[in-house]
């Protein structure tokens, strides 16, 4: 053998050596995160004296409310508002004046009604009358020091001067509209009842959280509900907690029924009404609003956030990156930094930039892979809704949070892993994603897999300029750059694919459009212009928003998802759930059988900011889907077996629980 022979097989085999090193040290030389935390099954501790009301609160209330009833659940943090913290004494919707506790229907009623607009659905239906009652007791119980009305016996308590529907005629209209400006409602409701007054976005509550006034031509969003009791009862007597008084010491109750009748003038029709008109209802025209609506409902944080032992975003750490997801062949990534720090985020980019990433992969020193931020699905957004994006990104509170690049295994393991998922989307068999935060404050080293590769790097040039240098037969001088060039062309179509779908030349909207047309395209039939128009927008936001990941184009679900937090779950059949049903679980989190949902597994805490609108545009369009017969199997409660991760499969499915 000549010396160039040996120097040629000596490069291969050392390329061969350093490529399954670098795969080696991608699984295993991984780097700690800085948040050290380790999965916990969620139980919720129910006392050995427990009453039915605690059992009813332990599995129904606590994910929101906490075990101990003040607030701090584990999804609080992401809920607006937030959930009701009862060791405070101070309720919102009662019937009584400030400084008495609410009668015992205040509490019931809201058990059953819930709140619109807010994430606290209605029981009525899914609890029995009897589990409304000891719930209700159980709440009252958080507040032991809290003196309670007992509900009036007589119809003549002035407290119960409520308006009947018939004092809804123009002369009572009239006089509310007076009596509206003499009371000062405008100075937070607005001139014309928009909830865009002078003092609007200066309000806080109790609890230091925007107090925003409502839109009194959306009584879908009233919180104690649109009937002229409720209205009546928080005119006369407040919200408790917040900057609304009541009026009853300086308005009769038939100048508050007369507001109630004013108020009454000013309503829309619902956006699910058939008479509601055909133009969208809640146009959001000032831009970091949209921004951050698109951010809230798109649950951007969920995984660029770090997240707890429970998988709940880090409150710090909101939108600072960190969080480790591995997708399989294609390598492990961490979420970048959105917030506009200089240094460590996106402090130095332009609105145009960021959208420009959210829309088509393209940042300024990379192409991001789809399977590691799914811009394949956020293509689907307008030009001006990835801008609005961007400029609400640059608003937010910058965190230095340094994240570490991408690692990525050896050419030859992730071109066969490739290839064996299937061209040319190489769908990874799942997607994991990570506890804790794996950026630094300071520095990130690269990765060990990512040292190995520039020496391969390394190698190749200094073997070529090596065997070129060293003696040879004249009449090997062809075959050698024969063999050389092939080798070449081979090793350059070895790291395309290895890097594949990472490339700048892969064209975005081709990708946007392939991922786009597996959504179902037909409309409705005999569809009116409100219901096209809700559809239209119904499409957008199911692609836009992520419903496909989980819920396939279809509607289908059946995604298997599994962590130690919770057990192995399957995504709901979307094209099978009842109106009531879908807009429940889209709001609150609540199964169709009355269970909350996982907060750390679903994305029903940002799909809780949805504008009634919205969820009624994404009703229309699942609607709009054939549907399939097939339900997924039964949630299995978690085991030794599940990830250590929020794991979801992508590739295929299965029916076995844990982590197979």
């Known amino acids: 053998m000549s010396p160039r022979a040996r120097v040629y097989r000596s490069v291969v085999v050392l390329l061969l050596v350093l490529d ?38 332990n599995q129904h209330c606590a994910t929101c409310h906490g075990v101990q009833g003040n607030g701090e659940a584990p999804v609080a943090a992401l809920l607006t508002p937030r959930p009701r913290d009862f060791t405070r004494g101070t309720y919102k919707l009662k019937s009584t004046p400030t400084g008495q506790g609410p009668r015992r229907g205040d509490i019931e009623g809201t058990i059953r009604r819930g709140m619109p607009g807010s994430s606290m659905p209605g029981w009525e239906g899914l609890l029995s009358d009897a589990e409304i009652n000891d719930v209700a007791d159980r709440v009252r119980r958080f507040d032991p ?20 529907q018939s004092v809804f005629d123009q002369a009572s209209t009239d006089l509310g509209r007076q009596k509206y400006k003499e009371l000062g409602c405008p100075a937070c409701h607005g001139k014309e009842g928009l909830g ?47 900057p609304m008084p009541g009026y009853l010491e300086v308005a009769s109750p038939n100048e508050l029924a007369a507001v109630v009748a004013y108020i009454n ?3 829309h029709p619902a956006p699910g009404d058939p008479n509601a008109p055909a133009e969208l209802l809640e146009k959001q025209s000032n831009r970091l609003r949209r921004g951050e609506y698109l951010v809230q409902t798109g649950n951007c944080a969920w995984c660029h956030s770090s997240v707890d032992a429970v998988g709940s975003p880090v409150t710090a750490l909101q939108l600072a990156g960190g969080r480790r997801i591995d997708a399989g062949p294609h390598g492990i990534f961490f979420a970048s930094n959105l917030t506009p720090d200089p240094e460590t985020g996106i402090g130095h980019w332009s609105e145009n930039e960021i959208a420009v990433a959210i829309r088509s992969g393209h940042t300024r020193d990379r192409r991001l892979n789809f399977w590691a931020m799914p811009w394949m699905l956020s293509g689907a957004l307008t030009q001006d809704d990835a801008v609005a994006i961007g400029a609400y990104l640059k608003t937010v509170p910058p965190v230095r949070n340094l994240v570490p690049p991408a690692i990525h295994f050896g050419v030859i393991e992730t071109v066969v892993r490739k290839l064996a998922a299937g061209w040319p989307v190489m769908t990874p068999e799942r997607l994991e994603l990570g506890l804790g935060n794996y950026g630094h404050a300071e520095s990130s080293a690269s990765s060990w897999a990512d040292r190995i590769a520039w020496l391969q790097v390394v190698l190749v040039i200094f073997g070529g300029l090596l065997a070129f240098s060293v003696p040879g037969a ?23 694919l290895s890097r594949y779908p990472e490339l700048n030349v892969v ?14 395209t037909a409309e409705p039939d005999k569809a009116t212009p409100r219901q096209k128009i809700l559809w239209e927008q119904g499409r957008y936001l199911y692609r836009g928003s992520g419903c496909v990941l989980c819920h396939a184009p279809n509607g289908s679900g059946n995604v298997k998802l599994n962590a130690a937090t919770f057990g192995t779950v399957w995504s709901s059949n979307l094209t099978t759930l009842d109106d009531v049903s879908f807009l429940r679980g889209l709001r609150s989190g609540i199964t169709r059988r009355g269970r909350p949902m996982v907060p750390a597994l679903t994305l029903w805490t940002a799909h809780s900011h949805f504008t009634e609108e919205d969820r009624q545009a994404l009703l229309t369009f699942v609607r709009s889907l054939p549907k399939v017969t097939q339900q997924p199997p039964s949630p299995a409660a978690a085991g030794v077996t599940d990830c250590s991760a929020l794991t979801i499969w992508t590739g295929s499915t299965s029916n076995r629980s844990g982590c197979n």
């Open 20 to 57: 399954g090193a670098r795969s080696v040290a991608a699984h295993y030389w991984i780097t700690a995160p800085t948040i050290d935390v380790t999965p916990i099954v969620i139980a919720t501790p129910t006392p050995v004296d427990a009453t039915p009301g605690d059992h009813v609160y």
């Open 145 to 164: 020091t809290l003196t309670w009305e007992d509900d009036p016996q007589d119809s003549g308590d002035p407290r119960d001067a409520i308006p009947p």
């Open 196 to 242: 865009d007054g002078s003092s609007a976005k200066d309000l806080r509550d109790t609890w230091n959280q925007p107090a925003v006034p409502r839109n009194l031509t959306q009584p879908w969003t009233f919180r104690g509900g649109a009937s002229p009791q409720a209205l009546y009862a928080r005119l006369a007597f407040g919200i408790g907690g917040t």
């Open 265 to 267: 003038s000013l309503a």
């Open 474 to 496: 004249d009449n090997l001088i062809g075959v050698t750059l024969a063999v050389g060039m092939v080798s070449a062309v081979l090793l350059a179509l070895a790291a395309m």
């Open 507 to 520: 064209p975005a909207e081709a990708v946007v459009q392939a991922f786009a047309s597996a959504v179902p």
